[in-house]
T-cell receptor, first 112, second 117 residues
């Protein structure tokens, strides 16, 4: 079945540490890729997206993600996290229709 | 920016009762709204897509008589969980898009935690 997989359920790290969250998908063909963030008590917000072009995508708040087509991956990175990055992060795939398929999410806890 | 308000944020109901969840677009006309359900440690699963003024399209495996969706206006969609049972306890999230808006423009509500006791 087509799916979106996020490798980690919960990541705990200290401020200034680097963060990488894995995302793999199993859809064939052309896809659009997204990372969303949900801060405690708030709605899902778009962090960044990839539709085409440069596979290294920069988003808001210092996040970036790299699309590696051969690996069906779209990993999210941030070189130095802050306490305010504590949130849940969702990878999502849009296989060229109007629907979004989400991964299970990764909870990131940043300790001060 | 676009804002979607979802209400209530939390609800506890007795088994056998019905619960209505509202999703409102505050500053834009939402021609399409989506309803998702999320179980703990699992993905957001799309339940149904509703277009203003027409019947909702349900995903495979979602009971349309159980989860009633109404999208009567361009700013309001409601999800009613009928005859709720403990297995319906979950986190429900709506999202909305305006006419001509691509998938990257979807705006999400903050979700509703439903607990059926």
């Amino acid at each position: 079945a087509q799916s979106v997989s996020q490798h980690n359920h919960h990541v705990i790290l200290s401020e200034a540490a680097s963060l990488e969250l894995g995302c793999n998908y199993s859809y064939g063909g052309t896809v659009n890729l997204f990372w969303y963030v949900q801060y405690p008590g708030q709605h899902l917000q778009l962090l960044l997206k990839y539709f085409s072009g440069d596979p290294l995508v920069k988003g808001i708040k210092g996040f970036e993600a790299e699309f590696i087509k051969s690996k069906f991956s779209f990993n999210l990175r941030k070189p130095s996290v802050q306490w305010s990055d504590t949130a849940e992060y969702f990878c999502a795939v849009n296989p060229n229709d109007y629907k979004l398929s989400f991964g299970a999410g990764t909870t990131v806890t940043v300790r001060a | 920016g676009a804002v979607v308000s979802q209400h209530p944020s939390r609800v506890i109901c007795k088994s056998g009762t019905s619960v209505k969840i509202e999703c409102r677009s505050l500053d834009f006309q939402a021609t399409t709204m989506f309803w998702y359900r999320q179980f703990p440690k699992q993905s957001l699963m799309l339940m149904a897509t509703s277009n203003e003024g027409s019947k909702a399209t349900y995903e495979q495996g979602v009971e349309k008589d159980k989860f009633l969706i109404n999208h009567a206006s361009l700013t309001l969609s409601t999800l009613t969980v009928t005859s709720a049972h403990p297995e319906d306890s979950s986190f429900y999230i709506c999202s909305a898009s305006a006419l001509g808006q691509g998938v990257d423009g979807y705006t999400f509500g903050s979700g509703t935690r439903l607990t059926v006791v």
